[in-house]
């Protein structure tokens, strides 16, 4: 039975109603042009769609996840009435152009759904940024109009994508994958043969973005990047990964046993796949750095509700000691720290990136390794300053703390990220 909701995101409306709202813009020769006539503005402010977004996300958030954030935890599985409805509110497809039914938005308001979502629950927050940034995205840049044509439509309005990279034997080293891709002799096909594993939305996915290797002999330059849909002969989700943290996120393991994929299913060229990859990825590193910086809003609010509104000791509230209002302060700090990392980074790939040849691949870095970092921090910190009422699995303080371990981890380690940073420095400094 499919589930519907009372509440309803205008976002069809917001992006449409030209008299009330300013299409975004942005990725059209902003590196050209001369912004002195323009008054600088806040790192933070939103466009008038971006701000009507937050606010529209933000209450669907609280009305209808929120109610079941503890259930779906505790059932490790996403409640399948909630992914009907970020689909009804236009959410699984915020840059997704007009006429292939999406939002038609610009990327930073994918980032501000994101971070709104996770101030609620991290794991429907991962399963809109995977489907947004990577993708969606994939289809969007590199697609065939054939395949934007036919999946699109389907990927905006009903069906769960999922990216598909990581393998058994690389993880961090990701271009050692050995999923194979072979050609059929007729041309027409591919047999793809291999494993994926920590695959995101696997369970609930219905279209696959899978990265395979046409070419071994060429390491690799013969990575190659392929749509295969649930059902097809020979593919099959299995197992699915019981975690520590982002429990109702399904994470599973992939297995290809001789799937014939059409010709047509490959995007873009042959051998290309790592470039594809690398350029999604870069995007949806950010979109991680909006879970943890919204997570770490959302761990910090609910601790601070209680500290400075609920629990007394020694005749005041918690929070009124100097001692707690300092650690409260110096969180906040941090966390808008993380932020203003976000939301330049967001900025940055929206006017195609500020350094020649580089484009937003730093700054997408330097916001996610700093936000997993702040959001593990706020978010220990929060469960202590609540006591035993942070500890215990009543509230959501103690699953924000395991949701944020995640953050150090998955699209790029933080030491992938210390260590991409770094090359760009020395690049930069070295003499």
């Given at each position: 039975?499919?589930?519907?909701?009372?509440?309803?995101?205008?976002?069809?409306?917001?992006?449409?109603?030209?008299?009330?709202?300013?299409?975004?813009?942005?990725?059209?020769?902003?590196?050209?042009?001369?912004?002195?006539?323009?008054?600088?503005?806040?790192?933070?402010?939103?466009?008038?769609?971006?701000?009507?977004?937050?606010?529209?996300?933000?209450?669907?958030?609280?009305?209808?996840?929120?109610?079941?954030?503890?259930?779906?935890?505790?059932?490790?599985?996403?409640?399948?009435?909630?992914?009907?409805?970020?689909?009804?509110?236009?959410?699984?497809?915020?840059?997704?152009?007009?006429?292939?039914?999406?939002?038609?938005?610009?990327?930073?308001?994918?980032?501000?759904?994101?971070?709104?979502?996770?101030?609620?629950?991290?794991?429907?927050?991962?399963?809109?940024?995977?489907?947004?940034?990577?993708?969606?995205?994939?289809?969007?840049?590199?697609?065939?109009?054939?395949?934007?044509?036919?999946?699109?439509?389907?990927?905006?309005?009903?069906?769960?994508?999922?990216?598909?990279?990581?393998?058994?034997?690389?993880?961090?080293?990701?271009?050692?994958?050995?999923?194979?891709?072979?050609?059929?002799?007729?041309?027409?096909?591919?047999?793809?043969?291999?494993?994926?594993?920590?695959?995101?939305?696997?369970?609930?996915?219905?279209?696959?973005?899978?990265?395979?290797?046409?070419?071994?002999?060429?390491?690799?330059?013969?990575?190659?990047?392929?749509?295969?849909?649930?059902?097809?002969?020979?593919?099959?989700?299995?197992?699915?990964?019981?975690?520590?943290?982002?429990?109702?996120?399904?994470?599973?393991?992939?297995?290809?046993?001789?799937?014939?994929?059409?010709?047509?299913?490959?995007?873009?060229?042959?051998?290309?796949?790592?470039?594809?990859?690398?350029?999604?990825?870069?995007?949806?590193?950010?979109?991680?750095?909006?879970?943890?910086?919204?997570?770490?809003?959302?761990?910090?609010?609910?601790?601070?509700?209680?500290?400075?509104?609920?629990?007394?000791?020694?005749?005041?509230?918690?929070?009124?000691?100097?001692?707690?209002?300092?650690?409260?302060?110096?969180?906040?700090?941090?966390?808008?720290?993380?932020?203003?990392?976000?939301?330049?980074?967001?900025?940055?790939?929206?006017?195609?990136?500020?350094?020649?040849?580089?484009?937003?691949?730093?700054?997408?870095?330097?916001?996610?390794?700093?936000?997993?970092?702040?959001?593990?921090?706020?978010?220990?910190?929060?469960?202590?300053?609540?006591?035993?009422?942070?500890?215990?699995?009543?509230?959501?303080?103690?699953?924000?703390?395991?949701?944020?371990?995640?953050?150090?981890?998955?699209?790029?380690t933080s030491n992938i990220q210390l260590q991409t940073i770094a090359k760009l420095l020395?690049?930069?400094?070295?003499?």
């Amino acid at each position: 039975m499919t589930m519907t909701s009372s509440f309803r995101c205008p976002l069809s409306l917001a992006v449409r109603c030209g008299s009330l709202l300013v299409r975004p813009s942005v990725n059209r020769g902003y590196l050209g042009r001369n912004f002195s006539d323009l008054a600088p503005t806040p790192i933070f402010a939103l466009t008038q769609t971006e701000e009507l977004l937050k606010e529209c996300v933000a209450r669907f958030a609280r009305d209808e996840i929120l109610p079941k954030v503890r259930e779906m935890d505790e059932a490790e599985q996403m409640d399948k009435g909630i992914v009907s409805q970020l689909f009804e509110q236009g959410l699984m497809g915020v840059e997704v152009p007009e006429k292939y039914g999406g939002s038609a938005m610009n990327f930073g308001a994918c980032i501000v759904a994101i971070e709104e979502l996770a101030r609620v629950d991290p794991s429907v927050s991962v399963l809109v940024d995977v489907h947004n940034t990577l993708v969606n995205t994939i289809f969007k840049t590199y697609g065939s109009e054939a395949l934007k044509a036919k999946y699109l439509p389907r990927l905006a309005s009903s069906h769960v994508g999922s990216f598909c990279l990581s393998e058994p034997e690389s993880g961090s080293d990701a271009f050692a994958l050995k999923t194979k891709a072979t050609k059929s002799e007729s041309g027409e096909s591919y047999i793809i043969s291999g494993q994926k594993m920590w695959i995101t939305n696997a369970a609930e996915a219905d279209i696959f973005v899978v990265f395979a290797n046409v070419a071994p002999e060429l390491g690799y330059k013969g990575i190659s990047c392929f749509v295969i849909e649930k059902g097809m002969p020979g593919f099959v989700v299995a197992k699915k990964e019981r975690k520590l943290g982002i429990k109702a996120s399904s994470t599973c393991a992939l297995i290809f046993e001789d799937v014939e994929v059409p010709a047509e299913n490959l995007v873009g060229k042959e051998g290309e796949g790592y470039k594809y990859a690398i350029s999604v990825l870069n995007e949806g590193r950010i979109g991680i750095a909006a879970q943890m910086t919204g997570l770490a809003l959302g761990a910090w609010e609910t601790a601070v509700n209680y500290v400075w509104n609920d629990r007394k000791q020694f005749g005041q509230y918690v929070g009124d000691f100097q001692g707690m209002q300092f650690q409260i302060a110096q969180a906040r700090t941090d966390i808008e720290a993380a932020r203003a990392l976000l939301y330049n980074a967001v900025r940055t790939k929206e006017v195609g990136g500020v350094r020649a040849g580089e484009g937003f691949v730093r700054e997408a870095a330097m916001a996610k390794l700093f936000a997993s970092q702040v959001a593990g921090r706020v978010a220990s910190l929060a469960i202590e300053w609540q006591g035993g009422m942070g500890f215990v699995r009543e509230g959501l303080s103690e699953k924000f703390w395991r949701d944020s371990k995640i953050g150090a981890i998955y699209e790029g380690t933080s030491n992938i990220q210390l260590q991409t940073i770094a090359k760009l420095l020395h690049r930069d400094y070295k003499k």
